[in-house]
């Protein structure tokens, strides 16, 4: 997954060669500005409602299960949470932000969490 991810990013963000991706230094750095009671699930807009349409009760499932998991990282329950956020659900702790952390292009699931913050 983490060539996958890098690649897309590399082909919709520009290439760096410092550890750092820009936006999401300035999205860290924001952080503390930001109203995280005003988001927007995809229901919101009807090109990704449209997307995630057919998935949507698969993943929610899939999403759920897995939150009652044990899980080695939290980086790992941040992603299902906040899938189940952008679907339009609210996960079993409830909707909440964490603020970003830290953010090395060898992460790559910190550069979806970033994504689906941002």
């Not at 999205?27 to 990704?48: G, K, L, M």
């Amino acid at each position: 997954m983490e060539m996958i991810v890098g690649a897309a990013f590399d082909q919709v963000l520009s290439r760096s060669s410092g550890p750092d991706i820009a936006i999401f230094k300035r999205f860290q750095e924001n952080w503390p500005f930001i109203d995280r009671e005003c988001f927007q699930p995809a229901s919101t807009d009807p090109h990704v409602e449209s997307l995630v349409t057919s998935s949507r009760t698969e993943v929610v499932e899939f999403a759920l299960n897995q939150l009652q998991v044990q899980h080695p990282r939290d980086d790992y329950r941040e992603f299902l949470e906040l899938s189940l956020i952008y679907l339009g659900q609210v996960p079993p702790r409830e909707i909440h932000f964490h603020a970003p952390g830290a953010m090395h292009r060898a992460r790559w699931l910190t550069k979806v969490l970033y994504s689906l913050k941002t």
